[in-house]
């Protein structure tokens, strides 16, 4: 198995060393070669550091405190606390990639089936754009963290992005100041269903 994957971890304290421009673009160019469906490519990268990050977290900030008072999604308050460590975390790391879903639709829509099908092929397809941005980022010995708790803080994050598509995650990056033990899997035995 590729090291990379096998040493992989969710990183969630940085040093405060910044991360050079050519590693990003190359951790973002790993991100375009992922296969995609009908070859669609629908991502689009926002890389925040410095003050641009913090205008971004501050929306972030902004939108968590309105989540509290008028939530966006009710059935989610057991999660604030999460994502206000997730926010803490993303202060942190000296740049977050926000990753947007070009063809996404709102979360409050409700789709037609076909619409549905095409919205869970492109997310499937921007997954493995995060997938190889990450294994990227650990072969050039930088730490990351993807980051779906900016759902918490959708439209604040969307306006604050003012680009074509839908917030679908963020990726925190930078160099690790932790070496987290491997969370435990579940086993071949537990997820397989051989049918040979
Ligand atoms: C789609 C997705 C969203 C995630 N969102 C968050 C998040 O908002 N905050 C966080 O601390 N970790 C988040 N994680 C990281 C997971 O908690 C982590 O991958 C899992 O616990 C396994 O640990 P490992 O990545 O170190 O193997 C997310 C992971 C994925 C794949």
């Known amino acids: 198995m590729l090291s990379v994957i096998q040493n992989r971890r969710s990183i969630r ?17 790993a991100g375009i070669l992922a296969p995609s469906a009908k070859n669609r490519q629908p991502w689009h990268f926002v890389v925040a550091a410095g003050e641009e990050k913090k205008s971004a977290l501050t929306a972030m900030k902004q939108g968590l405190e309105r989540e509290k008072a008028s939530p966006v999604l009710p059935g989610d308050r057991d999660n604030i606390n999460g994502a206000e460590h997730t926010l803490s975390i993303m202060e942190q790391a000296p740049a977050v990639i926000f990753v947007v879903n070009t063809q996404g639709f709102d979360i409050r829509s409700s789709m037609a089936p076909e619409e549905r099908v095409a919205d869970l092929c492109n997310v499937q397809s921007i997954g493995a754009a995060i997938e190889n941005m990450i294994l990227t980022a650990e072969g050039l010995g930088l730490g990351s963290l993807w980051i779906g708790h900016t759902y918490m803080a959708y439209d604040e994050l969307n306006q604050w992005l003012n680009t074509e598509g839908e917030l679908l995650a963020a ?22 269903d051989w049918r040979v």
């Open 13 to 29: 304290r940085y040093k405060d060393t910044p991360v050079p421009r050519e590693l990003i673009e190359e951790i973002i160019q």
């Open 171 to 192: 990726l925190a990056l930078g160099y690790a100041d932790e070496e987290p033990y491997a969370r435990p899997r579940r086993s071949l035995a537990e997820v397989v």
